[in-house]
Nanobody, 125 residues
């Protein structure tokens, strides 16, 4: 299984970015997906998650109302639309796939088995 994240970059505060994660797994539609981020000197933190059927989404309080997660179970992709970006959103963003097929949606990194390489998001003030 491979996860390839893309779409990061440098943006001014208040701007937007769309991150995308392409997943090479035949049964993509069976697994929950999530985004985490890690800022310099900080621990990896949960950002957003979407369940296998896209019927349920979770967001961290810090991004609720600004970020939107979505998935395409035909193209095997999961996207994170980030609006009204803030300097504190600066981090490396990672996509991850759930451990168990049709499992409960989770905010905990231990419940995700495969991880992408990360994409850098930098928000300037």
């Amino acid at each position: 299984v491979q996860l390839q994240a893309s779409g990061g970059g440098l943006v001014q505060a208040g701007g937007s970015l769309m991150l995308s994660c392409a997943v090479s797994i035949r049964t993509f539609s069976n697994y929950n997906m999530a985004w985490f981020r890690q800022a310099p000197g900080k621990e990896r933190e949960f950002v957003s998650a979407i369940n296998w059927s896209a019927s349920t989404t979770y967001y961290a309080e810090a991004v609720k109302g600004r970020f939107t997660v979505s998935r395409n179970n035909v193209e095997n992709t999961v996207d994170l639309l980030m609006n009204r970006l803030k300097p504190e959103d600066t981090a490396i963003y990672y996509c991850a796939s759930g451990r168990a097929a049709w499992g409960p949606l989770s905010r905990h990194p231990n419940d995700y088995e495969y991880w992408g390489q990360g994409t850098q998001v930098t928000v300037s003030s």
